[in-house]
């Protein structure tokens, strides 16, 4: 039998946590056990081997609700998603869909998000792909691995509609590594507008943010965060900080009805790169996405079907 094993592979391990790997070494970690709020990604590897984002604010203990790369909500119907120490739950319902191949790996979840009375007050269709940054025309990883995570949540009120609410908070949130910071290391934010620093990107419109820092002596590596040019409310406004925190802010200019024969669909990128910040493949990326709905997943049949559900 000619079998070989998949490049990239999304596997579930002990303890209600999902790894995703790249020729065997993990660049992710899904967590998604009952003993947290809500589920959350951590670590996010770089390049050099060492995690791009962190657990919890540098300086803050109240700030614990900070999980490295995690969906939440401030406003779902007046109930806050968002602090610690909150009775509601976002909650991982079932496992859809492991998927490994040559190029990406995607994991397919669903998710409820339920109040402080077990009532769940809406769905979230969660696919997650992890794939390898290559050279165009070639197989090599370009640089020492850097990679793309990309995705795709699909949220349905249980009722025929739900409001979400005016806030700052949500729905995909960052935390960087304390390095990566501004404030407490040696990085420095940047947007697609050619802003830099909080003063000039928090509440201003952006296609992309990006954070990059040091990550290990002089090796610096970044996170440019992409919203997708197909989510509502388009020009989106951003939430940052200096202290190392981004969000592509979805209710930041007012609520928004959510009907559930019209679900709501929110698609972003993450690109972990060495280096500095490159503007120009940044740019790239940009006009790539709007060739594509889905930021240029190229998926099998199988989870191509689940995606469209």
């Not at 992309?208 to 996170?223: A, L, M, N, R």
């Amino acid at each position: 039998m000619n079998y070989e094993v998949p490049r990239v592979q999304a596997l579930p391990v002990a303890d209600d946590q999902v790894s995703f790997k790249i020729d065997g070494v993990e660049r992710a970690r899904w967590h998604f056990g009952r003993r947290y709020p809500r589920p959350f990604f951590y670590p996010l590897i770089g390049p050099s081997g060492r995690p791009v984002t962190r657990m919890g604010h540098p300086a803050a203990p109240d700030h614990d609700h900070h999980r490295s790369v995690w969906f939440a909500h401030q406003n779902v119907a007046g109930v806050s998603f968002w602090e610690e120490g909150k009775e509601p739950q976002i909650r991982q319902e079932h496992w859809i869909l492991y998927e490994d191949g040559a190029e990406e790996a995607a994991m397919v979840v669903e998710l409820g998000w339920y109040d402080a009375h077990h009532t769940r007050l809406m769905r979230q269709h969660l696919v997650a792909v992890l794939r390898p940054v290559t050279r165009q025309g070639s197989d090599e990883p370009l640089g020492l691995g850097e990679v793309e995570f990309e995705v795709q949540a699909t949220f349905t009120p249980e009722l025929d509609s739900l409001e979400l609410g005016k806030t700052n908070f949500g729905f995909f949130a960052v935390r960087v590594a304390k390095s990566i910071s501004a404030h407490y290391g040696g990085g420095h934010l940047t947007n697609s507008e050619g802003a830099t620093g909080e003063k000039n990107i928090h509440q201003k419109v952006a296609r992309w943010v990006d954070y990059s820092g040091p990550v290990v002596g002089h090796t610096w590596e970044g996170i440019t965060y992409f919203d997708h040019p197909s989510n509502p409310g388009q020009p989106t406004l951003w939430h940052v900080r200096d202290d190392g925190w981004m969000e592509a802010s979805f209710n930041q200019r007012g609520p928004y009805e959510l009907k559930k024969d019209q679900p709501l669909v929110l698609r972003y990128l993450l690109h972990v790169h060495r280096g500095d910040l490159d503007a120009a493949r940044a740019a790239a990326r940009v006009a790539a996405t709007r060739q594509s709905l889905r930021l240029g997943i190229g998926l099998s049949e199988s989870l191509r079907q689940r995606f469209d559900q």
